[in-house]
């Protein structure tokens, strides 16, 4: 058994040399394809994630996460006027599980976002699409491809999004 | 030689992904946590032999079409501290092959599953705590019209990782669910403004019986149902699981059988969102190996009933987890944000929200019962509480932007433990009262630079007496943050114990990779530290963090 762990141990490594290296790689990569539910319990197909050929911003957050809130809080801020000037779309994936999920419908309508909502609870589409901790936000442009995603969130880095999303719709 | 082969599929996997070029997706992340770490009698924070300790994991999820397959590789070069320390070596902790058809989807090796709620079935991972419970087996899922969903799965469960090897319980789990939503299925009930969804699961675990002197049960079933409805603003959920006689370790090989019921029952329209939660559990642990005990082999998930905290103080002190045992609880929210441009609302608006919860003892019944002969111990009725409180938790928030660079927020708990029956700390006896303040200020200097700051207290009369916590932070968007946290026990009893835990950290984010750095000293807790949240054990020492999505 100790022989197999070199290799191992290389191929990890070279896979994260790689992946890191190609960092920028996010490109022409789409929507995993996972049967979740939105809040209102329809089934979702994931994959099947559409807005009328406009971008797409997936947000992976959680009701106990005060960065993700802060984070589409500050979104929601300027929501009207993003929609209005480049037709996106957000749609927020809650990541809290059964303690927590019945929360996320008072969070979001106490806040008055206009999200759409997803409820993720067995992290089975934050599973599939990486994400090791939230917040982690992934923009989508009018074909689905994901084109850029940033993970964590501090005050300002909204504007990179929007940068983002200004540069497909240009 | 499992592992092995398996590598060589992963390699012609990749081989062939680059000889597809855009025919395929990888999609995974990556994460590694090295620490070398000092010992601390004073904090009881003990350094391994070796100083320095790695834990690593990669996911890789390949897909294309309808074809995904994934592994994850795990590396413990002795585990973290505080992780559980069983895992060990290096290897493949997780595997996959899967087929996900329009209407079908069948899974084969490892995976995660939750069956309504989980108090009859989860399978999850909780990387940053070591709890992983996946299956390993083979699952189908079948949506033979929409709007109805059926599952079946069947396996082991994951309970160990020794020396990079996957081991898994000796018992095999079995489990049927399905659920209808009504609304999609009955003609012209779609453009109903009451919506309903209905569900029901069978669980059974089989393990070889293993005890001489009594006759335990090879075959253990558990089975219950669960509703969903809303009209219009209201909303009512509510599971109930029953568990036949299950004797096991923990509950001492008792014959009785068990339940859980969980209830949510809410309103909410934009600006005010109520939730009440009501739970009942006794008896109703279910695991895949009767003979374990601690936090491993779980089947079922039974959550806590009260507010998951995430400042320091509140957090990592006097948190409360489910009484495995069983409990009564009940749970209220109330969020309400007062209008923007009002006199108390402010310009912006204010946020306000209020959560308390009580959990208590479960009543139980001995009249009729008889441990001679059928071994059991006591009889309960669902939501029947005892006096005995086992936690009381009141929480109050306040978040507030008073202008476009300042947003304050003020919060208050008061927190009642019940230490005789979760014992938290040695140092004190019966409840333990404790009141917390935080006060939190962010100040934006410019676009990308912002400052911010918690004041945070602790009062209580027993234990280890008061705390207060300075937090700043720096960020630089979108790249730089450092952060300096003081605990200052300074209320401890003994004098020489009053101590400074500071801990510094400084992190670089570049899109979705991410590294950081501290060093310091560190609470057990959820720690949020440069805008993500994570749970984390206690260390003395430094800890470098990587990790990346791609």
């Known amino acids: 058994m ?57 947000s992976f957050w959680a009701t106990w996460c005060k960065p993700c809130r802060l984070e589409l809080n500050t979104i929601a801020e300027e929501y009207d006027d993003l929609v209005d000037e480049t037709g996106v779309k957000l749609v927020a994936v809650s990541i809290d599980d059964e303690r927590n999920k019945s929360k996320v419908r008072p969070v979001v309508d106490a806040a008055a976002w206009d999200y759409e909502i997803w409820l993720d609870p067995n992290s089975d589409l934050k599973r599939a699409m990486g994400v090791n901790y939230p917040p982690q936000t992934f923009l989508l442009d009018g074909e689905g491809n994901i084109v850029y995603s940033h993970v964590g969130y501090v005050p300002g880095d909204e504007q990179k999004l929007y940068d983002e999303i200004y540069k497909l719709t240009e | 030689m499992k592992n092995l082969l398996f590598c060589v599929f992963t390699l012609i996997v990749f081989g062939a992904y680059s000889q597809l ?43 294309v079409g309808k074809f995904r397959a994934g592994a994850r590789f795990e590396s413990y070069l002795p585990s973290i501290a505080g992780y559980p320390n069983f895992y060990t070596g290096t290897g493949i902790g997780y595997r996959y092959a899967q087929y996900a058809g329009d209407r079908i989807t069948v899974t084969a090796g490892n995976f995660y599953e939750q069956f309504g709620s989980g108090l009859i079935l989860r399978s999850y991972e909780e990387r940053a705590l070591g709890l992983d419970n996946a299956m390993d087996g083979a699952s189908i899922k079948f949506s033979p019209v929409d709007g109805v969903v059926l599952k079946g799965v069947m396996g082991k469960q994951r309970v160990d990782f020794i020396e990079g090897n996957l081991v898994n319980s000796e018992g095999i789990i079995r489990g049927v669910d399905g659920e209808i939503n009504l609304n999609s299925i ?37 089975y219950g149902g669960r509703i969903d409805m809303k009209y219009k603003r209201f909303y ?4 109930y699981i029953y568990k036949e006689n299950d004797p096991t370790q923990l509950n001492g090989y008792i014959y009785n059988p068990g339940h859980g019921a969980l209830i949510n029952f ?6 005010l969102g109520i939730l009440l939660t009501a739970k009942s559990l006794d008896n109703i642990l279910f695991r895949s190996d009767r003979t374990i005990e601690g936090t491993q082999a779980f089947i079922n998930y039974l959550p806590a009933t009260s507010n998951n905290h995430t400042y320091n103080l509140a957090g990592t002190l006097y948190p409360y987890g489910t009484n495995l045992f069983g409990e009564v609880a009940y749970q209220l929210d109330v969020l309400y944000k007062i209008p923007k441009k009002t006199k108390l609302g402010g310009r912006y608006g204010t946020d306000l929200h209020m959560n308390v919860s009580l959990t208590s003892g479960y ?32 929480n109050f928030h306040v978040t507030r932007k008073l202008n476009k660079k300042f947003k304050a927020s003020a919060h208050y ?23 917390i303040g935080v006060l939190d200020l962010s100040y934006k200097i410019n676009k990308n630079h912002t ?84 749970p984390v054990p206690a260390t003395n020492g430094l800890t470098f963090t990587f990790t990346q999505s791609f």
Not at chain 2, 205 to 218: E, F
């Open chain 2, 413 to 435: 708990f008061h927190f009642v433990y019940n230490n005789n029956v979760n014992p938290i700390t040695k140092l004190a006896t019966g409840y333990i009262h404790s009141d």
């Open chain 2, 266 to 271: 809410g309103y909410s329209q934009k600006g």
């Open chain 2, 363 to 394: 009543e139980r019944n001995t009249d009729n019962a008889d441990m001679q002969k059928r071994r059991i111990s006591y009889t309960a009725k669902p939501f029947q509480m005892t006096d005995s409180v086992y936690n009381f938790d009141f």
């Open chain 2, 186 to 222: 009955i003609p012209n009930f779609d453009q109903s403004d009451f919506k309903i969804t209905i569900g029901g699961s069978l669980v059974s675990r089989y393990q070889a019986a293993s005890n001489d002197t009594l006759i335990l049960p090879k075959n253990v079933g558990s």
């Open chain 2, 451 to 534: 400052i911010r700051t918690e004041l945070q207290g602790l009062f209580t009369k027993t234990d280890r007496g008061n705390w207060a916590t300075l937090v700043v932070e720096y960020t630089i968007s979108p790249n730089w943050f450092f952060t300096i946290i003081d605990q200052y026990n300074y209320g401890h009893p003994e004098e020489k114990l009053q101590l400074h835990y500071v801990l510094g950290a400084f992190g670089y984010t570049y899109n979705n990779s991410r590294f950081m750095f501290m060093y310091g000293k560190q609470r057990a807790g959820i720690l949020c530290v440069g805008g993500v949240c994570r």
């Open chain 1, 2 to 58: 100790k022989k197999i762990k070199l290799p191992l141990l290389a191929l990890i490594a070279s896979i994260g040399i790689f992946s890191f290296v190609n960092d920028s790689g996010d490109t022409g990569k789409k929507m995993p394809s996972v049967q979740i539910q939105d809040i209102d319990g329809n089934s979702i197909n994931t994959g099947e994630l559409s807005n009328d050929g406009n971008p797409i911003i997936v």
């Open chain 2, 21 to 63: 070029g855009k025919g395929g997706n990888v999609t995974g992340n990556m994460e590694t946590n090295v620490q070398y770490l000092n010992n601390d009698s004073l904090i009881g924070a003990v350094a391994p032999e070796q100083k320095v300790v790695m834990n690593s994991y990669m996911n890789v999820n390949y897909s």
């Open chain 2, 236 to 239: 009512l959920n509510g599971e």
